[in-house]
C-alpha cells in the first residue's frame, strides 16, 4: 500500500468499530477529509477496500496450495496443479477460477479458465500450463504477476464473500547473468509454506525466503545443503518441488463494486415491457425484454406500425403496411428480420419481398440500419435499428459480471435475450421512428440499457443528463434501475438511491435523474 493511502487508511480505521457498511464507510471518509484537508486526496473506491481488509471476520477463507512441480524457466513450459481446500463456510459451494497473468505469457485461453476436479475429500483440482514466453518469444527479466481469482455459487452464509482472490509473484532473473550472481527471492505473506526440499540451491549465488509469523519453510534434503527444519512446528507433505499455501483473501474490489438492492425497493412489478415517459417532454420510450417481436399495423403486435396520430392521410398511409409486417428475432449471429407481408421491407436501401429474410449482423453493434416497412417508393414507416453495446466503456467495465452476480444473489431468473447477449455482445437495441411520431422510441433490453444524454451510448438518450447516468436492467420479470456515477444523483419517488444499489421498480413510480422526472408506466404506446 502506498505510504499517502495508507496513512490516510490508519487515520479513518482509528475511527471504525469494524462492522460498518460501505455507505458508513464513504461518510466517515469525506468527514475525515472535511476534518483534515491536508490529507491527500484518494479515490473512495480504493480507500473503502483498504479500510475493509484491516478487520478481522470470523469466515474461514478457504486455502490455495500450488505445487510448482518443475519450477518456472525461460524459455519452458511449466505445469504447477492447484488445490483449493475449502472450509466449512465454503463446502457446499461450487468454485469457478479465472486465471491472469500481467505482463501476459503464452498460455492456452482455455487454461486461464480451467476446469475443476472434486477430489475424494471434497476439495478441488486443476492444473495450469503456461510457457515463459511471449508470443513463443524468451520473456524479458522481471516481475510478473500471476492472479489467481475464484468465484463460487450456491447457496452460502450472506455473510461468506462470494468472490475472493490471490496475487503471486513471479520474478523472472536475467540470464545474462552468471549463476553465482542469481538471486532466488520467495517472498512469503505471512501464511505460506515454502517447500525446497531436493531443490539444488547451490547454482544460487544468493537465496532470500522472507517469512512471518505463522509462514513455513521447508528445506530439507536441499542439495549442497544439511537437512533443517524451519517449519516452525508444522509440516507439510514433500513434493520434491515448491509448494506455497495460501490463505485466499476477499476480492474487496470487487465487493465493494457489487450491486446491492436497495431495501425500500425489494421487490417490483412483474411484467415484460413497459413504458418510461420524460415528463417535461412528453416522449415515451417504450421497454421491451422478448427475445421475438411482431411488427405491423394490428394493435395485437407488440409494437404497432401504424402511421399516428390518426387522420385521414395517416389511415390511409396506415392501410400499405400489412397487419403483422415483420417478425424480429433475435439469435446468437445478430437480429433476423422476416417478412411477412405482401408489399416486403426496405433494409438499408435494399427491398426484399415473400419469404425473404435479412440478417441485422451482431458485426454491426453501434452502428444504425435503416428498416422501411411497405412498397418500394411507396408510402414506408421508416425506422433506425441501433444495437448498443459499450463492452469498452468504462462506466460498463466489469458490470455485466456484477449483474450475473446480482441475478444469482437474489435468485433472479435471467431472460432468454441474456444468453443471447453473451454472443452478440449487444446491451440493448434502440428502434427510432424515422418519418413519423419520431417523440416516441422502443428499446428492446438484451441486457442493460444506459439511460444519458449520449445518442451513441445509451439505449435510452434524454437531453439534459450526464452523457450515461444510469442503468436499467431487466431480470426476473422485473426492471430494476441504478446510477453509474457517484455525482448522479437518482431517486425513486424521492427516496435516494447509492451508487452499486438497484430500485426494483413498480408501474407508477416516478423516477428522477438530476433534474429530469420519468414516470414508470404500464406498456403503452402513444395514441393507441
Request: net charge negative.
Amino acid at each position: 500500500m502506498e505510504l499517502e493511502l495508507e496513512q490516510v487508511v490508519s487515520i479513518i480505521a482509528n475511527i471504525c468499530e469494524g462492522h460498518e457498511s460501505q455507505q458508513d464507510l464513504e461518510a466517515l471518509i469525506k468527514k475525515t477529509y472535511d476534518d483534515h484537508p491536508e490529507l491527500p486526496k484518494h479515490p473512495v473506491d480504493d480507500l473503502v477496500p483498504a479500510i475493509q481488509s484491516l478487520f478481522s471476520t470470523s469466515i474461514e477463507f478457504p486455502q490455495l496450495l500450488i505445487d510448482w512441480k518443475t519450477l518456472p524457466s525461460i524459455g519452458n513450459q511449466c505445469t504447477p496443479q492447484f488445490l483449493l481446500v475449502l472450509t466449512d463456510d465454503y463446502q457446499d459451494l461450487h468454485p469457478e477460477v479465472v486465471h491472469a497473468f500481467e505482463p501476459s505469457f503464452d498460455c492456452a485461453t482455455h487454461a486461464l479458465t480451467p476446469s475443476l476436479n472434486k477430489t475424494p475429500e471434497g476439495h478441488w483440482e486443476w492444473f495450469l500450463p503456461f510457457a515463459l514466453t511471449q508470443n513463443n518469444v524468451d520473456c524479458r527479466p522481471g516481475d510478473y504477476i500471476l492472479t489467481v481469482q475464484i468465484k463460487f455459487t450456491g447457496n452460502s452464509s450472506p455473510d461468506a464473500p462470494r468472490r475472493l482472490r490471490k496475487t503471486i509473484r513471479l520474478v523472472v532473473p536475467d540470464p545474462n547473468k552468471s549463476d553465482s550472481d542469481q538471486v532466488l527471492e520467495i517472498d512469503a505473506d505471512g501464511k505460506s509454506i515454502i517447500n525446497l526440499q531436493g531443490m539444488d540451491l547451490t547454482r544460487f549465488g544468493t537465496v532470500k525466503l522472507k517469512g512471518s509469523d505463522s509462514a513455513i519453510v521447508n528445506a530439507l534434503n536441499t542439495a549442497g545443503e544439511e537437512a533443517s527444519d524451519m517449519s516452525d512446528g508444522e509440516n507439510t507433505e514433500s513434493t520434491g518441488g515448491l509448494v506455497h499455501r495460501l490463505e485466499l483473501e476477499p476480492d474487496y474490489k470487487f465487493e465493494f463494486e457489487s450491486l446491492k438492492l436497495n431495501p425500500k425497493f425489494g421487490s417490483g412489478s412483474r411484467v415484460k415491457h413497459a413504458s418510461l415517459r420524460v415528463r417535461d417532454t412528453g416522449n415515451n420510450i417504450v421497454l421491451y425484454t422478448q427475445s421475438q417481436l411482431r411488427l405491423g399495423r394490428s394493435r395485437d403486435a407488440e409494437l404497432v406500425t401504424r402511421f399516428l396520430p390518426r387522420s385521414q392521410e395517416n389511415d390511409q398511409d396506415s392501410r400499405n403496411l400489412s397487419r403483422v409486417h415483420v417478425l424480429f428475432e433475435f439469435t446468437e449471429d445478430g437480429l433476423v428480420i422476416r417478412n411477412q407481408s405482401s408489399s416486403g421491407f426496405e433494409f438499408n436501401l435494399k427491398h426484399h419481398e415473400q419469404d425473404e429474410h435479412v440478417l441485422l449482423a451482431k458485426e454491426l453493434v453501434n452502428e444504425e440500419c435503416e428498416l422501411g416497412l411497405g412498397k418500394f417508393l411507396g408510402s414506408q414507416l421508416r425506422l433506425i435499428l441501433v444495437p448498443i453495446g459499450n463492452k469498452s466503456l468504462p462506466e460498463m467495465h466489469g458490470l455485466r459480471e456484477r449483474i450475473n452476480d446480482f441475478a444469482e444473489v437474489n435468485h433472479l431468473r435471467k431472460s432468454p435475450l441474456w444468453r443471447i447477449s453473451a454472443k452478440t455482445a449487444w446491451d440493448c437495441l434502440r428502434i427510432e421512428r424515422q418519418n413519423n411520431l419520431e417523440e416516441e422510441e422502443y428499446v428492446v433490453i438484451c441486457q442493460t440499457a444506459l439511460v444519458g444524454s449520449s445518442h451513441k451510448l445509451c439505449g435510452i438518450a434524454v437531453a439534459g443528463l450526464p452523457s450515461v447516468a444510469a442503468h436499467l436492467i431487466y431480470l426476473g420479470n422485473s426492471f430494476f434501475i441504478g446510477p453509474t456515477h457517484s455525482s448522479v444523483r437518482l431517486e425513486v419517488n424521492e427516496v435516494l438511491i447509492e451508487r452499486n444499489e438497484l430500485a426494483a421498480l413498480t408501474i407508477g413510480d416516478v423516477i428522477k435523474i438530476n433534474d429530469v422526472d420519468f414516470e414508470f408506466e404500464a406498456y403503452q404506446q402513444l395514441y393507441m
